[in-house]
């Protein structure tokens, strides 16, 4: 259930929301580095600006993903870079068998040549769906759209992503 007030303190709110934040951060940016610095400035601005935080104006997350979105941008803007097109690689996160790190290591090669295919709203609508854990609600607020044009959003980015899988579920 979404949170709407704020969290009484920023260790709550760290402990609760950071591999969330993370998740979100690192599908739009790609770069493992890039994409700590991201997050320690999203970190920094809501610790500057939890005592702000207004419950009258939205949900607690939506207002946190918000933050991290604008700071997304900014790592962007501030390299006058276009966002990242999912060039890069994920380190797996467990050591399996080699011939299960090949295969996963072409599912993920495949997945981000999809992913870099995908227009920027598409890409940042599944990354705040499927690595921020963002309802529909929760991203329209972030984003500033009404609930049902974000379901357009994610059922056409999903079909898109399917497409250029080859149709796999």
Do not use: C
């Not at 994409?35 to 939506?62: H, K, N, Q």
């Not at 946190?64 to 941008?73: D, H, M, P, Q, S």
């Not at 295969?103 to 499927?130: P, Q, T």
């Amino acid at each position: 259930m979404p949170q709407t007030g704020a969290p009484q303190d920023f260790a709550s709110v760290y402990d609760r929301y950071f591999a969330r934040v993370y998740g979100f951060v690192r599908s739009q940016v790609g770069d493992p580095a890039a994409a700590d610095d991201v997050v320690s400035r999203i970190f920094e601005r809501v610790l500057e600006r939890l005592a702000s935080f207004d419950p009258a104006r939205g949900a607690f997350e939506s207002w946190l993903f918000a933050v991290a979105r604008n700071a997304v941008r900014d790592h962007f803007r501030s390299r006058r870079q276009p966002l990242w097109d999912g060039a890069g690689d994920d380190p797996p996160s467990r050591e399996p068998a080699m011939d299960e790190r090949l295969v996963a290591a072409e599912e993920r090669h495949r997945l981000l040549l999809v992913l870099r295919s995908l227009d920027e709203r598409s890409r940042e609508v599944l990354g705040l769906k499927f690595q921020a854990g963002l309802n529909n609600r929760q991203i329209a607020e972030v984003l500033d759209l009404g609930e049902s044009h974000v379901g357009v959003l994610v059922y056409r980015a999903v079909k898109k992503l399917q497409a250029g899988l080859g149709g796999l579920p």
